[in-house]
């Protein structure tokens, strides 16, 4: 699976200087695409009978919600985020939680 893409949003905070609510909300373009093949062959019968996959797709949405906590120099930021990308041939929904710890200097 391979993807990447160019998109547009906003990206509301509420900071201080030792806690924060972080967002982003985009749209654009996220040509994501899977391939998936076989090749299946044995000794009986040498021919190969390849089968191939694709899916693609181009138009989709992001977002991502989080907070962070910061006590002296070290942080956290933990972070939801979601990804859609559809099209005619396909649709992907990918999401995962980030948990980094932040050091300040």
Not at 37 to 47: F, M, Q, R, T
């Amino acid at each position: 699976m391979n993807g990447g893409g160019v998109y547009a949003g906003i990206s509301p905070k509420w900071k201080t200087k030792y806690f924060g609510l972080t967002s982003d909300f985009a749209v654009g373009i996220f040509p994501i695409k899977e391939y998936a093949s076989a090749v299946l062959a044995d000794e009986a019968h040498p021919n190969f009978t390849n089968v191939n996959q694709n899916k693609a797709s181009v138009f989709g949405a992001m977002a991502s919600v989080g907070f962070y906590v910061n006590v002296w120099r070290i942080g956290i930021n933990p972070t939801f985020n979601v990804l859609y990308a559809g099209g005619a041939g396909a649709g992907f929904f990918l999401y995962g939680f980030m948990l980094p710890l932040t050091i300040t200097f």
